[in-house]
């Protein structure tokens, strides 16, 4: 089976850009958890979706935001981006809540 | 709220045992996972544990459980050079859907 796929994996964006990423789950997952990773604060939950709707979200200015389609493909949206968003996102997905989540690679993304 | 404690930091000499520990907060965790990331790479899944298990052993990893204590740690018998990772300990927030993290443990494996 595959595993979790992220695209793309590298972006360089400038400030007040915004960016949008992609996670494809493996298949049969319907919960697609999203989290941030830097030097700084660490691994942080962004948020999850089940079924097309948020069922969970972390503390996270509105800049960030998600979706999830019918086919449980999920995409995560980052507006007006800021030096500070700079981080390695990383997405996870699972067969449920409280189901063992499994990570894709990530994305690298750099604000200049 | 939730918190998850690890050491930084171990440092081990290949063929010995590695043992990283980890403390967590949130005493209705169903789970506990421990995960591992190499440089450049996302997130792999070690090993997990139900929350009321005491142990569980697989091949070279050993994971003990003190849920008076909420301690967490992971045993690596024979560690080999291509063990050195940062490894992470992580237990489900109870709204679901969230893994709350520790800050990891970089373990270097030294020849």
């Known amino acids: 089976k595959a595993g979790v796929t992220q695209t793309p994996r590298y972006l360089i964006k400038t400030r007040g850009q915004q960016v949008t990423l992609s996670c494809s789950p493996i298949?049969?997952?319907?919960?697609v958890s999203w989290y941030q990773q830097t030097p700084g604060q660490g691994l942080q939950f962004l948020f999850e979706?089940?079924?097309?709707?948020?069922?969970n979200k972390g503390n996270f200015p509105g800049r960030f935001s998600g979706r999830q389609f019918s086919n449980s493909r999920s995409e995560m949206n980052v507006s007006t981006l800021e030096l500070g968003d700079s981080a390695l996102y990383l997405c996870?997905?699972?067969?449920?809540?409280?189901?063992?989540?499994?990570f894709g690679p990530g994305t690298r993304l750099l604000v200049l | 709220g939730e918190d998850v404690e690890q050491s930084l930091f171990l440092s081990v000499r290949e063929g010995d045992s590695s043992v990283i520990n980890c403390t967590y907060t949130?005493?209705?965790?169903?789970?506990l996972y421990w995960y591992k990331q190499e440089p450049g790479a996302g997130l792999q899944l070690l090993t997990y544990?139900?929350?009321?298990?005491d142990m569980k052993q697989d091949q070279r990893l050993t994971v003990l459980l003190n849920k008076k204590d909420k301690h967490l740690s992971l045993r690596i018998a024979d560690t080999q050079t291509g063990d050195s990772a940062i490894y992470f300990c992580a237990e489900e927030d109870n709204q679901g859907g969230k893994l709350i993290f520790g800050q990891g443990t970089e373990l270097s494996v030294k020849p």
């Open positions: 949130d005493s209705s965790s169903t789970y």
């Open positions: 298949s049969g997952h319907r919960s």
């Open positions: 544990i139900f929350s009321n298990m």
């Open positions: 996870a997905s699972s067969l449920d809540q409280g189901e063992t989540q499994y």
């Open positions: 979706y089940f079924s097309e709707t948020q069922r």
